[in-house]
């Protein structure tokens, strides 16, 4: 019913990695940063986390490819993005010690698929996309918006899950997973009728917006209580993803589903981030966005907040208000010092995101100016429980020892500095 299909040659070459894979999730290492992690989680960390995300430049750190068929292809990927961080990079990644899936769930807002039109290079590589939004003006188009459609595929799902533990299952386990709970309300509003409009709407039709975030909050909100009522909710608890470029190690959520019931939202990690509202004042924040944001986040047991957008204009009315807040994004847009002093003995990690700028321009790293945008944060977030996540790098500039270069260097400042 379902067309998975690898070659003989591609099976033979999964295997391989699936048994390096293993072998990794084994090493000493990988059971010291696992302890790393809970610690650093529970605020009881000796030290700031460090973390590389690789998806924006994969091609230029992933080894090229071997296997023949699509399907093949896209395993082999996903097998190395299980554990190139630790061959190429040594961050603090830790390598899983087995290959995760996800139920195959959807949830399409208002019923509307989101298209988009791309502007591909002479190789035919995506280089940017726009969206063809749905509505022009919000007043109008608000009431021809239709219900939100969700659902999930068991049956397609199990069969990708056996697919899988036929081709490398005696070695490497297949277990189904899920990353935290995910909402972005504000960007599901970009998608639909782009930013001036969604800025724009705030000012014209107050009301009209309020009505759409309320539609957006509850329509999310009923489907994640629907996911726990089918019992679709798994823990998040441990290697498991969370928002933006952070891990959910923790002994303060479940880590496996209860014997006499089911995981409800409380029991896992969620994020959100509003990057979308950066051009609006924080008292517009407070008014339009917040009050349903927290909504939402109130359901989670701990939650992550935060992208490139700077936080510091809406922490001490806004974020500073959730008691299940547990990570905060301090972005290159962000005031580290404010930031640090607002964290300071908090129950709040410092989440920083350093500049992409360092490692993605150039095919030199530059040192000595590394050095000294890394010992600013470490100066910032004295007295914080402090994280750094890398993000946003798309190309290594022929260089794909600059980000290993760059995790020795934070290394060797935190021994000196932290």
């Known amino acids: 019913m379902y067309n998975f299909y690898v070659t003989p040659d591609d099976k033979k070459i999964l295997r391989e990695l699936a048994k390096k894979q293993l072998e990794y999730s084994q090493l000493p290492i990988m059971k010291e940063r696992i302890e790393q992690w809970y610690r650093h989680n529970e605020l009881k960390g000796e030290k700031p986390m460090i973390h590389v995300e690789i998806g924006t430049f994969e091609k230029d750190i992933i080894p090229e490819l071997q296997c023949q068929s699509e399907t093949g292809r896209a395993i082999e990927q996903e097998l ?7 061959e190429r990079i040594d961050d603090d990644r830790v390598v899983p010690p087995y290959f995760p899936i996800s139920w195959d769930t959807h949830f399409q807002l208002f019923g509307v698929k989101i298209e988009r039109e791309h502007a591909v290079n002479s190789r035919g590589e995506s280089i940017g996309h726009r969206f063809k939004y749905v509505i022009n003006n919000l007043e109008e188009d608000f009431p021809k918006l239709g219900p939100t459609k969700y659902g999930v595929d068991r049956e397609k ?9 036929n081709i490398f299952g005696d070695i490497l386990p297949v277990k189904i997973t899920n990353g935290c709970l995910y ?3 504000t960007q599901d509003i970009v998608h639909l009728m782009g930013m001036e409009n969604m800025l724009f709407a705030m000012y014209d039709c107050p009301d009209t917006f309020h009505a759409l975030m309320k539609r957006i909050t509850d329509d999310y909100i009923e489907y994640f209580k629907w996911l726990e009522k089918e019992g679709l909710l798994l823990p998040t608890a441990s290697y498991e993803i969370c928002g933006q470029g952070t891990f959910c190690f923790t002994h303060e959520l479940p ?3 209860p014997q006499d019931g089911k995981l409800t939202t409380e029991d896992l990690w969620g994020f959100m981030d509003s990057q979308e509202t950066v051009g609006i004042s924080p008292a517009m924040y407070e008014e339009f966005i917040f009050p ?6 109130d359901l989670y047991g701990l939650f992550s907040y935060g992208c490139c957008e700077p936080v510091d204009p809406i922490w001490d009315n806004c974020l500073s208000k ?3 807040l547990r990570k905060v994004s301090v972005s ?5 010092e404010f930031m640090g002093e607002r964290l300071k003995d908090t129950k709040v990690i410092y989440h920083r995101k350093p500049s992409p700028n360092f490692i993605g321009i150039g095919k030199d790293l530059d040192e000595e100016v590394w050095r000294e945008h890394i010992k600013k944060t470490l100066k910032a977030a004295r007295g914080c429980h402090l994280e750094i996540t890398q993000r946003d790098v798309y190309s290594l500039g022929g260089n794909p020892e600059k980000p ?3 995790v020795q260097i934070i290394r060797e400042l935190i021994e000196e500095y932290w």
Request: aromatic fraction near 20%; charge should be positive.
């Open 80 to 86: 190395y993005r299980n554990f190139i961080n630790y």
């Open 157 to 165: 799902t199990l069969a990708w899950k056996e697919f899988l533990e």
């Open 183 to 185: 909402a972005v309300p």
């Open 255 to 257: 880590n496996e589903i």
């Open 292 to 297: 349903y944001y927290k909504r939402v986040s």
């Open 322 to 324: 959730c008691e299940n």
């Open 332 to 336: 290159p847009w962000c005031n580290e």
């Open 404 to 406: 290993r270069r760059a």
